[in-house]
């Protein structure tokens, strides 16, 4: 049976602990997993990396990671391992130029991204003989996963849900939550792997990307609205964060969908936290802990993190 749904917001101080909460597990969490790498061709002659953990089982979760992050990501070992645990196959993705090599095309990706994410679902998964796929996504990859179930038309039977766990659901609150200067050590450490990234693609594209503007991007909002909208064609930052801001999709899902939101995550503002839209729709979950940070859920000592069990938990609630 699938948890009962929370509606109503707690009172709750929101940024309590948020960064040793996030922080903790990023610097201390060991996780050792073996995975098996397939590089699959995407319909626009770019490729993608996939990182599997195949044991046999009838059922995958697919695995999404956040900004800059990739399959081998603390969250996303910690889930293959959690997966591992409970039986379940996993499949974690590498989203263009994640993987430690750029993507061919100059289009990469963003939180509003499904495309590759139905490839994968459609043409890589359809055929290997899962009789349930559970969706899992962490914060940028929540957003892609949460879009998908709102809006991809038909969505195989036999992807039976998801789960997204810290999630950016209102872009633009979250991109000036980032500009804070109490989150400048997240944003320092995103824009410089961002930066590198878009030196490479100005080599295979020479003289598409004003990197002499980077300077004078001092907001994310600028960032977004000078270089992801090329990268991505958008018309402006405003036109992605619609398209990209999980909250506009969540009224379409139309399969269990479990929201895992922290209270105290540092990333988030109160449009992140979509009560009204969960009330609204009976398919869509949303538990909002009081502590956990971003993508954190864990402590010393714990073999599974908050989100990892609350998710497996969640899907096998889906199965019986």
Known sequence: MVESKQVRPPNVDVRHGGHWHTLLPFLFRQVSVTTVRQRISTPDDDFLDLDWAVEGHNRLAILCHGLEGNSQSQYMRGMVRACHDKKWDALAINFRSCSGEINKRLHMYHHGETGDLQYIVDKVVADMGYSQVALVGFSLGGNVI???????????????????????????SSAAALDEWQNQIYSLRFRLSLRKKLKQKNDQYPGVLPLHKLQSCKTWYDFDNTFTTIINSFKSADEYYAQGSANNFLKGIERPSLIINALNDPFLRPPSYPFQLAQDNAYVHLKTPAKGGHVGFWYPGQRHSYAEEKSLSFFEGLST
């Open 146 to 172: 949460l879009k998908y179930l709102g809006t991809v038309r038909p969505i195989p039977e036999w992807v039976i849900g998801g789960a997204a766990i810290s999630v950016p659901g209102h872009l633009a």
